[in-house]
């Protein structure tokens, strides 16, 4: 009876194990998405700051709430600076405008990258793994002591 429960236990390890890895896999694709793409949370101490260059841009809509916006995303596309805005209510706009220098530091400064995000979680499987492998071996060893004392 033991032995059965350990089997099904490791057989429980291994599954767990295999799909951390096909997310893993999966994490690569939103790695090389997000290469070059800096996203920076808006929040109570720096939304007066974001407001302020965001009002220097004349493609900038004032009509925006800007208590609204969750995040905002800069990206270099083929030499023009790309962000996009994203609000609370799903709405999604995007800015083209190469003057937005100051925001373009700022996100870069104060943000994160989405492909460091991406690799950190594929990091901490990495070592999930590891660690779900450690077991599955020291379960396979009791598995294997109880196989050695039944033949006896």
Do not use: P
């Not at 190469?98 to 870069?108: A, C, E, G, P, V």
């Not at 492909?115 to 999930?128: E, K, M, P, R, S």
């Amino acid at each position: 009876m033991k032995r059965q429960t350990l089997v099904t236990l490791e057989l429980f390890v291994i599954i767990i194990i295999t799909l951390l890895i096909f997310y893993a896999f999966f994490n690569i694709y939103f790695i090389f998405k997000g290469i070059g793409k800096s996203i920076v949370n808006i929040n109570e101490k720096n939304k007066k700051v974001v407001e302020n260059i965001l009002k220097e841009s004349k493609y900038y809509n004032k009509t925006n709430d800007i208590n609204e916006l969750k995040k905002i995303k800069f990206f270099m596309n083929f030499n023009d600076f790309e962000f996009t805005l994203y609000y609370k209510d799903g709405k999604e706009i995007e800015i083209y405008d190469d003057s937005l220098y100051n925001l373009k530091d700022y996100i870069k400064n104060n943000g994160y990258s989405e492909a460091g995000f991406y690799t950190f979680i594929d990091v901490i499987l990495l070592f999930i793994c590891i660690v779900l492998n450690a077991i599955r071996n020291k379960i396979s060893r009791e598995i294997y002591i109880i196989d050695n004392q039944e033949e006896k």
